[in-house]
């Protein structure tokens, strides 16, 4: 098992930035990608960053230039800048771990963290 603790989450202005990390223990070995969700309320969770271990990144085009994920191999943390915040951004975001052991495909998820962005 893996687990994800997210932080950084909180009450910004629009245009403001926030700092999201998110910390893996456990059986960490063998993790391929890490990456960002977000869920609004009433809409379906959505792909925002995702990060390979080689350091291959993919956004979706809504976060393209303003947002930016990084990942620390050591320390099995992955982060994500988020600059020029805007009222739509506003969601719990989650942390998400893809492992493959012995051939079996893994996916984990942290527990959340709220962002709000007022206008």
């Known amino acids: 098992q893996v687990q994800l603790v997210e932080s950084g989450g909180g009450l910004v202005q629009s245009g403001g930035s926030l700092r999201l990390s998110c910390a893996a223990s456990g059986r960490i070995y063998s993790i391929d990608a890490m990456g960002w969700y977000r869920q609004a309320p009433g809409q379906q969770r959505e792909l925002v960053a995702t990060?390979?271990?080689?350091?291959?990144?993919n956004y979706v085009d809504s976060v393209k230039g303003r947002f930016t994920i990084s990942r620390d191999n050591p320390k099995n943390t992955v982060f994500l800048q988020m600059n020029s915040l805007r009222p739509e951004d506003t969601a719990v975001y989650y942390c998400?771990?893809?492992?493959?052991?012995?051939?079996?495909?893994?996916?984990?998820w942290g527990q959340g963290t709220r962002v709000t962005v007022s206008s």
């Open positions: 990060i390979t271990s080689g350091g291959i990144t």
């Open positions: 998400n771990a893809a492992q493959t052991l012995f051939g079996v495909k893994y996916n984990y």
